[in-house]
């Protein structure tokens, strides 16, 4: 895994890299950046890592200029000794924000989120290649027992499904309300990622039923739906930013 470091603070970058390295074997560092210009400069002729570890203030600024100037495709790991940033770093690619010191734990329990997060847009990527491939491979239609009855809904009447009390309830754009014999897993891999998204352990909407977002917490979101969810709704601080470049897309 190829990483750089920006930090001004020579003792403080020696520090992570040594930490890391009792972290993980296979952590690469490339570079060393010591200022906002220099990473500017060396972000624009170089490939980028897999994984940017980053103080806020540098000797001739914020870090967060660099993020302003830059396209990153790779997530930041923020490490500083200020604690007033947070939320202005989940705005900037951040999938965590460390104060200094460090510790071990908190540093390799990063590493572990960075992993997840790899694993769960490996899979979204996935999904898509899929689409882009054989866009006639997600469902366009549910066949839904009612009773001794059947129905059947298309896709984009569905506004969302959710778990509850071991159950798979689908909730169409009417607020219906249907019982379902699957698992969200199982489901979200037969539709369109494009369209829709796993919220968290509980729900997966489509992008039509996002109502509202409201900013709660470090980091998280609380979603509204339409209709309106049997309960509240938390998008972690792992998936925010994820789930706003979806939204955005």
């Known amino acids: ?27 690469e560092p490339i570079a060393l ?17 897999d994984l940017i570890f980053m103080d806020i203030e540098l000797t001739d600024g914020q870090s967060f200029q660099i993020l302003e100037e830059i396209r990153l495709d790779c997530p930041v790991i923020f490490c500083t000794a200020y604690d007033e940033y947070w939320q ?3 705005e900037h690619n951040s999938i965590d924000y460390l ?11 990063s590493i572990q989120k960075y992993e997840q997060l790899k694993l769960h847009f490996s899979h979204s990527l996935e999904q898509l290649q899929r689409y882009h491939k054989n866009p006639e491979v997600y469902k366009k239609r549910w066949l839904i027992k009612r009773g001794a009855d059947y129905i059947t809904l298309k896709t984009e009447e569905i506004a969302f499904f959710y778990a509850a009390h071991k159950m798979i309830c689908l909730v169409d754009t009417g607020g219906q309300r249907y019982l379902l014999d699957k ?24 992008i039509n039923a996002i109502k509202k977002l409201k900013t709660v917490g470090k980091g998280k979101l609380q979603v509204e739906l339409f209709p309106q969810a049997p309960e509240e709704i938390i998008i972690s601080a792992d998936q925010t930013a994820t789930f706003k470049e979806w939204l955005d897309a």
Not at 6 to 15: F, G, K, L, N
Not at 99 to 109: G, R
Not at 185 to 205: D, G, T, V
């Open 99 to 109: 104060l200094k010191p460090v510790s071990k734990e908190k540093l390799a329990a």
């Open 1 to 27: 895994m190829k990483i750089i470091l920006i930090e001004d603070e020579t003792p403080a970058a020696e520090r992570l890299i040594e930490a890391l390295a009792a972290i993980r074997s296979d952590l």
């Open 33 to 49: 950046l010591a200022t906002v210009n220099e990473s500017i400069q060396w972000l624009k002729t170089h490939e980028q890592p």
């Open 183 to 206: 698992s969200l897993s199982e489901i979200e891999k037969e539709l369109n990622p494009a369209h829709f998204f796993r919220l968290n352990r509980q729900y997966l909407a489509h």
């Open 88 to 90: 202005k770093a989940f």
